[in-house]
């Protein structure tokens, strides 16, 4: 299997405004990596598919990039509630991103 293995360790952090996302963002040396890597199959807007595994917590997600620079990690209210952690907890997160579309058929 032919993927790109990341460990996210942030905060978990709120985008602003009503109905604001959860994330986490990504390290910049991270970041660098995903957008070199040519290999990605990404959506549209440049987003990059994961599987994420949080604690025991397993699910699909994306990697969203950003104006800012790092990617972003969203974490899901499931997510959340499963692992019992919130805005201002530091997490770690294992991300597995597919290096090709077939590998992106196989993931859980």
Do not use: H, N
């Not at 598919?49 to 969203?64: I, Q, Y």
Request: hydrophobic letters at 40%; aromatic letters at 12%.
């Amino acid at each position: 299997m032919d993927f790109l293995q990341l460990t996210v360790t942030g905060k978990i952090w709120r985008y602003p405004g009503k109905g604001g996302w959860f994330f986490v963002s990504l390290s910049e040396a991270d970041s660098l990596v995903l957008k070199q890597e040519k290999r990605i199959e990404r959506t549209g807007y440049g987003y990059v598919p994961v599987t994420a595994t949080l604690g025991s917590t397993v699910w699909t997600t994306t990697l969203f990039p950003s104006k800012e620079g790092p990617y972003l990690l969203a974490i899901k209210a499931d997510v959340r509630a499963k692992e019992r952690v919130g805005v201002g907890d530091e997490v770690t997160v294992d991300c597995r991103v597919a290096l090709s579309k077939s590998e992106l058929d196989v993931f859980p």
